[in-house]
């Protein structure tokens, strides 16, 4: 049936009406809580690095297009570019829906409670009435030459929706590269990564996670290093062990115990000594001898230790691999370790291992920057955190003649606490990012996620406070997170979408 150019007027007006009431509610939404929506685009996984510019941009678009839908001599220009913007919401959303890393929340407004598959649709049939409109009020009162018309009209259409959808590819794969790789201070936060299970009061907050082995973790004491704690992994089972060992007069000044199945560690760098014993009778039955003064020890297996001492010269941190029954016991790979300041304090850290990757990192505690070495403590790779400081900022003062060194003005903590599951490094980070609300960092300690076979930054999640804002210790085992938390022992389940 062919149509009047009176019903085509009557058609592209009331489309108009319908466009320019889209238009103005979201953007007069976004002007009222403008804050937010850019909050909300820097969180997206595909916009992020483009926050600043995206969110007044396509609320200026918007406001452009109710506006040229007011005149008639304009109109036609308005449901072009309508086709256009339509198509970019469309691709985007499709993008992440099939593409992205993760998905995140809806937008605001009365399209809140809609799905991300319902704006799809909702987009594509704004799409048509766009193109609709715009053919339409091209062909008014050309009827002569209507066939070339409608000819040129749906080229310029496929022409703006094809075009609209490259700019979105273009920008979600330059934001990707930039977001993995690049690092830009900018976190993302999916929805509901983890989920929090249960809360157990452990009375002292002396307590740290010692390790995890058949089915439970383990929880040591620094004021009663003799005993441990054992808990099923959903916090269900508690019991406690008493280590048996006749400590011979050994002067020691700070005992920290590691569990790696089948054996548990005792360890004390001031002494040096590195005693073992079995978790089927909690009973120190060998020492690891010939250990050398270290300020850390990690188990790598039932002979080798990962160890961070201090050079005799200078008193720099190195890390180094002690092996029982190697010739000679420790070699140190003093190049791992970069000083910026003094090589002591600056280059303070968490060491870590993974059994599953077979993977060192130590993570820096004052700098952007993490190093992943071998077992036998080669250097892998460097790996950064996705902060922007890179440079200890600390002054040290030379105390006793150069024999004692002191923090005389201190540094911004950058890694508080790091835990490795295979894999993924887990990094609670101290440095506030863009688009993150004060109330987020008042109630939670913010997790972010690291791949290190990709050294890529992956995701983050905060982890709520409980009656203590101290985190004390951290770990992952399979899909369950564990914090002590003041006198707090929590636990919360790893989603499918962070564990893939």
Aim: proline share 3%; with cysteine.
């Amino acid at each position: 049936m062919k149509l009047s150019n009176r019903n085509k007027i009557v058609i592209v007006d009331k489309i108009g009406l319908v466009l320019i009431s889209l238009y103005v509610y979201a953007s007069v939404s976004k002007m009222l809580d403008f804050e937010n929506f850019k909050v909300q685009i820097g969180q997206s996984p595909m916009l992020s690095i483009y926050a600043d510019w995206i969110s007044y941009a396509v609320l200026a678009i918007e406001l452009i297009i109710a506006f040229l839908l007011l005149f008639p001599k304009t109109k036609k220009n308005a449901f072009f570019l309508s086709t256009g913007l339509m198509s970019a919401f469309t691709a985007y959303i499709f993008i992440l829906l099939n593409f992205s890393s993760f998905v995140p929340c809806s937008c605001g407004g009365i399209l809140e409670k809609m799905s991300w598959n319902a704006h799809l649709y909702l987009n594509i049939f704004f799409i048509i009435l766009s193109a609709i409109a715009f053919m339409m009020s091209k062909t008014i009162e050309k009827s002569r030459q209507q066939i070339i018309f409608n000819y040129r009209s749906l080229k310029s259409v496929v022409t703006i929706i094809f075009g609209s959808i490259l700019i979105v590819i273009v920008l979600f794969l330059t934001s990707e590269q930039t977001m993995y790789h690049d690092n830009p201070f900018i976190r993302r936060y999916p929805q509901h990564p983890v989920e929090f299970k249960k809360k157990v009061d452990l009375k002292y907050n002396s307590f740290y996670i010692a390790g995890e082995s058949d089915g439970k973790i383990y929880l040591a004491n620094y004021d009663y290093p003799s005993y441990i704690q054992s808990y099923s992994f959903l916090l269900n089972d508690k019991k406690e062990e008493k280590i048996v060992m006749d400590p011979k007069k050994i002067p020691f000044k700070m005992i920290t115990t590691k569990i790696q199945g089948p054996y548990f560690y005792m360890n004390d760098g001031s002494v040096p000594i590195i005693l073992r014993g079995d978790l089927k009778n909690w009973e120190v039955n060998r020492e690891l001898k010939g250990s050398p003064y270290f300020t850390i020890a990690l188990p790598i297996d039932s002979t080798s230790i990962a160890v961070r001492s201090n050079s005799s010269k200078n008193m720099q941190n190195m890390l180094g691999i002690f092996n029982q029954n190697a010739v000679p016991k420790t070699r140190f790979n003093r190049t791992l370790l970069q000083k910026q300041v003094d090589g002591i304090f600056d280059t303070d850290g968490q060491l870590l291992y993974s059994t599953a990757s077979e993977k060192l990192v130590y993570v820096y505690r004052y700098r952007n920057e993490f190093i992943i070495a071998d077992p036998k403590g080669n250097l892998v790779h460097r790996g950064h955190t996705i902060d922007t400081i890179s440079k200890v900022t600390m002054k040290v003062s030379k105390l006793k003649e150069g024999r004692q060194f002191a923090m005389s003005t201190p540094s911004y903590v950058v890694n508080e606490i790091a835990t490795l599951s295979g894999n993924l490094l887990f990094i609670n980070s101290k440095v506030k990012g863009k688009y993150e609300k004060d109330m987020l960092w008042e109630t939670c300690f913010i997790i972010d996620v690291y791949d290190i076979e990709r050294n890529a930054y992956v995701l983050s999640f905060p982890v709520f406070h409980t009656a203590s804002k101290q985190l004390r210790s951290l770990m992952v085992n399979g899909n369950h997170l564990y914090a002590v938390i003041g006198n707090d022992l929590v636990v919360y389940e790893l989603k499918n979408k962070l564990i893939k």
